[in-house]
């Protein structure tokens, strides 16, 4: 177990409509990193947060954004909702911005698009 | 363009035998490099990772090797078990000083153990 809980863990929506998910932090972390992980793919970058503000964005529209709150914990918020944003949207934990250190990722959640 | 990639998509190994993963890697400014293990419905697990200035690094069971005049890292699996069996991933971070998050994933390579 790392620590890092998301909700919810499957979940199937409709093209157009909105979508948040949640993910806690494991206990004294203060930056969250956000993936998609497309069926067969390996996860790619969406954004990361640190101490409530996004300190960086990976290749992704405006229609994804995000929160951190005062606790660290994050929210994902997905607008308009497309066939292919359907995936694995997993959650990662770390403690600070160094350069290397381990990522604690959640179990992700499952958002299908209909 | 440049990217992170696995040279199989799929290996099986013998319970046992030692397991060798592949990986090439095409940017060269590229300085911190780590393997994860996803197992099915589960989240990637750290399992090592390795800096450019390192041309080999060793965890329990696992070893890393970086080959940087050929951008090539893998990882190697001692004694291969069954509970090894999941999706292998190389990724390196391209991101800035402090942006230990900002990782980029290959498509990963699905390790299948024999008994």
């Known amino acids: 177990e790392t620590g890092v809980t998301q909700s919810p863990t499957h979940l199937i929506k409709t093209r157009g409509q909105q979508v948040t998910l949640r993910c806690s932090s494991q206990s004294g972390h203060n930056t969250v990193s956000w993936y998609q992980q497309a069926l067969g793919q390996g996860p790619q970058f969406i954004f990361q947060y640190y101490r409530e503000e996004e300190n960086g964005r990976g290749n992704f529209p405006p229609r994804f954004s995000g929160l951190q709150f005062p606790n660290y914990s994050s929210e994902l918020n997905v607008n308009a909702l497309e066939l292919d944003d359907s995936a694995l949207y997993l959650c990662a934990s770390s403690l600070g911005l160094a350069d290397t250190g381990e990522l604690f990722f959640g179990e992700g959640s499952r958002l299908t698009v209909l | 363009g440049e990217s992170v990639g696995l040279h199989l998509p799929t290996l099986s190994v013998q319970e046992g035998d030692n397991s060798i993963i592949n990986c090439a890697y095409s940017n060269s400014a590229s300085d911190y490099f780590i393997w994860y293990k996803q197992e099915s419905g589960k989240g990637p697990q750290f399992i090592i990772d390795?800096?450019?200035?390192?041309d080999k690094r060793q965890g329990q069971r696992v070893t890393v090797l970086l080959n940087k005049t050929v951008k090539h890292l893998s990882l190697q699996i001692a004694a291969t078990q069954p509970g090894d069996s999941a999706v292998y991933f190389c990724a390196e971070n391209r991101g800035p000083t402090g942006a230990n998050s900002k990782l980029t994933f290959g498509k990963g390579i699905t390790l299948s153990v024999r008994p």
């Open positions: 390795i800096r450019s200035n390192m």
